[in-house]
């Protein structure tokens, strides 16, 4: 199936297969661009692939800048500061190349561009997406990991510098106008890190299809992301091949177009400990899932069933599914609790403070208060 370049139009147009990323000098040159801003992370940064983009690009005549001064969990000065990049340089077009935190500050600056009011006005949780007014650069993505799938999206999730609560700046016109989505580049990930953002794709496909809101279609996609990753994932930690990284880049892009529909408790649960403890956000996800999956079998039991049977598991039930992450991660080396990621007892109720604050969880299928917070990340170290 993954054998071959294909290109899909949904939601955006993406080009995906090994060795797509070489179009990306042409398809520059198509549309006028000659001054591309690269927006990636400082790992990236300094890796093969990126610097034979780089390369690619100067023989093609195409003037380039890096901008790669970014937090692992990005923050507003990281925006800012990409943005006066951007200012200087004269640059005509953004490219973000990454995962999650790359092409999130990359939407960022490409909002800031033509919208110079503090940042945080923006901010979609107080209808800051009405301000989004103008007219934005072009804007290409490149993911470099299957995790967050936010090559596709139209949010970026920025943190304060100070507080570190995290807003979500969202518009249709922060979509890219294309993806070059191409496996060989994640062929070099470590094991670790390939766990991580493939368990967060996990977790954006069964969050969405689980969410209370009402849309067959994204549940229809996040199904057949969860049974891509159930083929896929053990392979591509333990013995990457272009077939397994081929899967797990597509669930990735699944589960970002999923979760439009929502996300839920397992969020919630995990965007406290990156602002707090600077974790990981596919690691948090992780760790976290099978205790949010288990919260949530009340009520849900005939879509765990369906879980279940999209996982060929025996046991075709809730427990099965929780089971099965369980299993899971023990086999690519997640660590079983909170306790192994650094969390302890005296940062259980700040974190449930946090939790019960965010975003996510309004779109649980099950309320989740405060107390239920508290007692998840116990149950959890």
């Known amino acids: 199936m993954f054998d071959k370049i294909y290109q899909y139009n949904f939601p955006t147009t993406i080009r995906f297969g090994a060795g797509v990323i070489s179009e990306l000098p042409a398809y520059l040159k198509s549309n006028g661009l000659k001054s591309p801003l690269l927006v990636t992370d400082p790992t990236v940064a300094q890796l093969g692939f990126f610097k034979a983009i780089l390369a690619d690009l100067d023989k093609n005549h ?119 989505a191409d496996p060989v580049l994640t062929m070099d990930l470590p094991p670790a890190v390939t766990a991580a953002t493939g368990m967060d794709a996990l977790t954006h496909n069964m969050e969405a299809y689980l969410a209370k809101m009402v849309h067959p279609i994204c549940e229809g996609v996040g199904l057949e992301g969860i049974s891509l990753i159930n083929r896929s994932m053990e392979n591509a930690v333990l013995r990457p091949d272009i077939e397994s990284r081929s899967m797990m880049l597509m669930a990735s892009m699944m589960g970002a177009i999923a979760f439009q529909k929502g996300l839920g408790v397992v969020h919630s649960l995990a965007h406290p400990l990156s602002a707090l403890l600077d974790t990981h956000h596919g690691l948090a996800n992780a760790v976290n899932l099978p205790f949010g999956m288990e919260f949530n079998i009340p009520g849900s039991e005939e879509k765990f069933r369906r879980i279940a049977r999209t996982l060929d598991l025996r046991d075709e039930n809730g427990i099965g599914v929780v089971n099965y992450l369980k299993d899971l991660n023990n086999k690519i080396s997640i660590p079983s609790n909170l306790r192994g990621i650094g969390v302890r007892e005296e940062h259980v109720e700040t974190l449930a403070d946090l939790a019960f604050a965010d975003f996510a969880h309004p779109n649980n299928p099950r309320p989740v208060s405060r107390e239920d917070f508290r007692t998840l990340y116990s149950k959890a170290l």
Do not use: W
């Open 62 to 180: 195409i003037h380039t800048e890096v901008f790669s001064g970014i937090h692992k969990n990005p923050v507003k000065s990281d925006v800012y500061k990409g943005t006066e990049a951007f200012d200087s340089g004269k640059h005509d077009c953004i490219i973000g190349v990454g995962g999650g935190a790359a092409i999130d500050v990359a939407r960022a600056i490409v909002l800031r561009v033509n919208h110079r009011e503090d940042l945080f006005k923006y901010d979609d949780l107080i209808g800051g997406d009405i301000y989004v007014t103008n007219e934005v650069p072009h804007f290409i993505t490149v993911p470099t990991t299957a995790g967050t799938g936010s090559e596709v999206g139209r949010s970026a999730i920025i943190a304060d510098d100070e507080t570190h609560q995290k807003k979500i700046l969202f518009s249709p016109k922060l979509m890219a106008k294309i993806v070059f």
